[in-house]
């Protein structure tokens, strides 16, 4: 059984644009559409199983009022009957009939556990629904299916029922984040959008009426051409104007600026106002929305606010202005007899911190571990400088922005190593030696060792036991995981480690960087595998993560296809961006194992676990790893990394 959650959706900007985008097909006159879709607090929770027949039953609360369980035997035309019966799970049968048409699946049975998503608001409870059917086949049935393909699929399944979605619909499938997605023809692109500070939205549902369907079939009737004035402010107001609104609405989010935002919500609605509504103005004119946004109590309390979705009297959204004017718009909404809702847009945090365990006994390497920690044996480096391994290391950290580092360490007697090389000075005698560049370096030498911290595996029992020491380092918060024995050099102008951290604020997920290796080679790695989520090929959806397995089992089912139609083999390159969850999932598993010493704690488990909850991605990396975990590999990162590197 697998356990999901699909949110609702809010468009914030760009409704209507996604349709009119498609029009380019007809008409390249048209310009693309643009939209800026964030998904919701409230969403949709299920469990799903794979059962012979394809059935839906609910226990949610929330749905008790109009909802019956539902059975259908998997049989294409059987669920294309019950997709046009007009019922909510009408949609489920639309996305299963699909799926048995075009991947041959077995059935699957969805026990909604939670509905926390108003329905019929603006806010795709239709579009969720879908997304979580299209999920749960995917998942159970490891269809390989990236996100975009779980949406197109989705939407597909929608289209098979008498609704008439628009794309941005399902932008639920990406999550609670802001994405920016554009629509050029049949061409849909998804982009994730990073926020500066905290934006408080507040949306509500404004119990009157509107008919969504005659709103759409007014507003297609320009489309594809303009043939009267009105017709072509539509296709200005949706079109040119609307890129402007998006691109300033991405600037203002991007430098935290929500007056801005707020003010350019109004500015938006005006437009709508003038040059959109005329063209319904039987369901337009929108009584209630514009009573709503005109009321001076509320615009006490927030910066701008604007329609939701096709617009009409259905919802309103609004750009609260901090936290407490958040919590007072709700209530002030609901005493008027509006149930309303918040979202908290939050920024990405940056990662601050990062973990390196050096906690092993360097076996491998014995007798010269006998009296050198491994991650203190020198390596030449390009500069003619040599440094040990565990300084190469921390500068790499601090290049890319770290400004707190945890060492795992085996026992509190390895401490004093790590003091006298980061901080104990050198004797004046010995300073003096020094030419006036390396006595530079000494100072950097000493700066770095105030930014160390210090936690202790006494028991080793597994990677992820080491790791799990640095839980309260963390506070929380994502951290940079970088493994010990293994060195990075990129081959572009940021380290890895950065590239691996801009790559986590775009996508706001647990992340590791990967490298191809040869199919004789991956018992030596953990490997992953799943689908691109980007044209170039460098972001992996992934969908499994295995750690060494033999060649003979990658070769059948990790390796991950490419655009040349061959396969390719994704190890984990040695650096992670570990999320809240993973130390809790570590906490969860150390639980569970209990007093039997001899279970190992394996960070790959956990990381497959919560993979599993909230999404995994991985990233390739512009850069080379050199191993030091064995003295082959010891011997060839010396020759090689001492290299220039290639740019």
């Known amino acids: 059984m697998i356990k999901l959650f699909v949110p609702g959706r809010l468009c914030l900007f760009g409704e209507h644009t996604d349709w009119a985008g498609h029009y380019r097909t007809m008409n390249a006159d048209i310009v693309p ?14 469990e799903v199983e794979r059962s012979s027949i394809f059935e839906v039953q609910s226990v949610a609360p929330e749905m008790k009022e109009g909802w019956r369980d539902f059975a259908c035997r998997m049989d294409e035309q ?18 299963a009939s699909y799926m048995l048409e075009w991947y041959k699946v ?20 239709s579009a969720a629904i879908c997304v979580l059917v299209a999920r749960a086949f995917n998942q159970l049935y490891n269809l390989n299916l990236n996100t975009l393909g779980e949406m197109n699929i989705a939407y597909v399944g929608e289209l098979r029922t008498a609704s008439r979605c628009g794309r941005l619909d399902q932008a639920c499938a990406f999550g609670v984040k802001p994405n920016l997605m554009t629509f050029d023809g049949d061409e849909v692109e998804v982009q994730s959008l990073n926020v500066k500070k905290h934006l408080y939205w507040v949306f509500a549902d404004l119990c009157g009426e509107k008919d969504t369907i005659k709103i759409l079939s007014d507003l297609n009737k320009a489309y594809p051409f303009a043939s009267t004035d009105q017709e072509r402010l539509l296709h200005d107001a949706l079109g ?41 103005p039987s369901e337009l004119t929108s009584p209630k929305l514009k009573a709503v946004l005109a009321d001076t109590q509320i615009q006490k309390l927030i910066w701008g606010g604007k329609g939701v979705g ?13 936290e407490q004017t958040q919590q007072q718009l709700v ?3 609901e005493k008027h007899g509006m149930p309303a809702y918040k979202l908290t847009i939050q920024p990405v945090h940056t990662v601050r911190k990062a973990i390196i365990p050096v906690a092993g006994f360097g076996t491998r390497l014995y007798p010269a571990t006998r009296c050198m920690k491994k991650d203190f044996f020198p390596i030449p480096c390009p500069d003619g400088m040599v440094r040990p391994v565990i300084l190469i290391l921390l500068e790499e950290l601090i290049q890319s922005g770290i400004e707190e580092i945890c060492l795992v360490l085996g026992s509190e007697e390895e401490r004093e190593m790590y003091a006298e090389f980061f901080e104990r000075p050198l004797s004046p005698d010995h300073l003096r030696k020094l030419n006036s560049e390396s006595q530079e370096y000494e100072n950097r030498i000493l700066d770095i060792g105030k930014r160390l911290h210090y936690v202790y595996q006494h028991e080793k ?43 986590y604020e775009r996508y706001n997920c647990l992340m590791l960087g990967l490298y191809p290796v040869q199919l004789a080679e991956v018992s030596h790695f953990g490997i992953m595998s799943g689908v691109w989520e980007d044209k170039d090929e460098r972001v992996l959806n992934v969908s499994v993560l295995a750690e060494k397995p033999k060649a003979s089992y990658a070769e059948e089912f990790l390796g991950v296809r490419l655009k040349s139609g061959e396969r390719e083999y994704c190890s984990v390159f040695g650096q992670y961006i570990l999320t809240p969850e993973v130390f809790t999932q570590l906490e969860a598993d150390i639980n569970e194992a209990g007093d039997d010493r001899s279970h190992e704690i394996e960070l790959t488990a956990a990381l497959d676990k ?38």
Do not use: W
């Not at 009957?81 to 639309?94: E, P």
């Not at 990162?637 to 590197?645: G, L, V």
């Open 33 to 46: 559409g643009a939209a800026i879709v964030t998904g919701i607090e409230q969403g949709i929770y299920a």
């Open 78 to 95: 059987a669920l294309k009957r019950v997709a046009r019966s007009g019922d909510f799970f009408c949609y489920c049968a639309g996305v």
């Open 106 to 125: 077995g059935g699957v049975r969805i026990k909604i556990t939670d509905m926390t998503l108003p329905m019929k608001s603006g806010l795709s409870s």
């Open 240 to 280: 040119r104007r609307n890129r402007a609104f998006v691109n300033r609405a991405i600037k203002y989010m991007a430098e935290g600026d929500a007056e801005a935002l707020g003010r350019l919500m109004t500015e938006t609605e005006e437009v709508f106002d003038r040059q959109v509504a005329p063209m319904c």
């Open 310 to 322: 096709s617009h009409g009297d259905g919802s309103a959204q609004f750009l609260a202005r901090d």
């Open 331 to 333: 209530e002030y909404l």
């Open 461 to 503: 029992r597994g990677f992820g036991h080491a790791v799990y020491q640095a839980a309260e380092f963390t506070h929380g918060e994502p951290v940079l995981l970088m493994l010990g024995d293994t060195l990075y050099r990129t081959t572009s102008n940021k380290p890895c480690a950065l590239q691996l951290i801009e790559a």
């Open 610 to 647: 919560v993979r599993q909850q909230t999404g995994m991605m991985g990233i390739r990396l512009r850069g080379e790893r050199f191993d030091m975990g064995n003295p082959q590999a010891l011997v060839g990162t010396i020759a090689d990394f001492s290299r220039p590197k290639l740019l």
